[in-house]
């Protein structure tokens, strides 16, 4: 197939290599920023994926035209909030059939809109009918180094889902496929938000009693505000859910778990932030998730204190400690 990806990022770079590598032809748009031009210099991106070189059928660019010229699918992986700058730049180069899969990870402040929800409301008009997502635990870097991976790939029609899923996968990257975007979507978005609070465990130096417990209650909280959005059932347990809530609670190859042990640790957002080049989703859908249980009275105690650490300046161990001595409840409570 013809691919366009939209961001050179780690991820982005990752299933630009991985697509290529299993023979389509693709072209990766690449951000004009500084040191960007190392990419298309080098065929390298020295900056996000350093040590994976561009085969030849792996064409960085500038160019929207050029890198949506016949494309047949296109993969957006930029970062949620910044979805309504870019579409509007690649938007004149569309055509109405092609398919449409994003890769981010959040959801938009404000609007509390979904990735897809998002590219329908640009791409509706010009008649685009297939947007979906892949999701699922999922590190960039071993993707590139070709570690076995299994993610979840939706739309809202089977018969896509299925031609998507046969399209991308190989004997080292597997894709299961459903039908429940909105599901998939609140899993991949609400799981950075607990892998900070993760990492908070992890720089305060409490152990894996500590850590099990904020996993299984961070699925908790996924499911029950997921549910409320329209998810099934069954996609929590499943790979965008339970997987990839354990891959980025676990390692500090997440940029959240690792902005969260520094939050733990006792730094600020500000200093942090202010010595990492790559996006950590989960600061950002943090702000989110605070307006979702405004808005829908849903109970998300986790990424609650997650939002009041960040941006109220709150002590993570208090934040613990509230946490620990909230009013005792029955586990079969989901609502």
Same mark, same amino acid.
């Given at each position: 197939m013809k691919i366009a990806v939209i961001g050179a990022g780690s991820w982005g770079t990752a299933l630009a290599l991985y697509l290529a590598d299993i023979g389509h032809r693709v072209r990766l748009w690449v951000y004009k920023e500084e040191g960007a031009e190392d990419i298309i210099n080098k065929r390298?991106? +020295?900056i996000y994926l350093? !040590?994976?070189p561009f085969p030849e059928n792996l064409t960085p660019s500038f160019d929207f035209e050029f890198c949506l010229d016949e494309a047949e699918v296109v993969l957006t992986v930029v970062p949620t909030? +910044?979805?309504r700058? +870019?579409?509007p730049q690649f938007l004149p180069f569309v055509k109405k059939d092609m398919i449409f899969l994003s890769a981010s990870k959040g959801i938009e402040n404000n609007t509390l809109k979904r990735v897809t929800e998002i590219l329908h409301e640009f791409l509706d008009p010009v008649g685009v009918e297939h947007i979906g997502v892949i999701s699922g635990p999922s590190f960039?870097?071993? +993707?590139a180094k070709k570690y076995p991976t299994a993610v979840t790939v939706a739309f809202p029609d089977e018969e896509t889902a299925k031609e998507v899923q046969h399209a991308f996968a190989s004997e080292y990257f597997r894709l299961y496929r459903t039908t429940d975007v909105a599901g998939i979507e609140v899993c !991949?978005?609400?799981k950075n938000v607990i892998a900070l609070a993760s990492g908070m465990v992890d720089g305060l130096g409490y152990g894996a009693n500590t850590r099990a417990a904020l996993i299984t209650r961070g699925l908790v909280e996924i499911t029950r505000i997921g549910l409320v959005l !329209? !998810?099934?059932p069954e996609t929590f347990p499943g790979l965008a859910g339970m997987g990839d809530l354990v891959l980025t609670c676990t390692s500090t190859l997440s940029r959240n778990f690792s902005v969260g042990r520094e939050l733990g640790k006792g730094k600020t957002i500000e200093e942090i932030m202010s010595h990492m080049r790559m996006v950590a989703e989960g600061v950002k859908t943090a702000i989110s998730v605070k307006q979702l249980v405004e808005k829908t009275g849903v109970e998300m105690p986790?990424?609650?204190k997650v939002y009041e650490i960040i941006y109220d300046k709150k002590d993570p161990k208090l934040g613990v400690k509230e946490l620990m001595t909230r009013s005792l409840k029955s586990e079969k409570e989901i609502f």
């Open positions: 390298e991106n +020295v350093p !040590g994976f909030q +910044v979805y700058h +870019v579409i960039a870097k071993e +993707v !991949g978005a609400l !329209g !998810g099934e986790i990424s609650e």
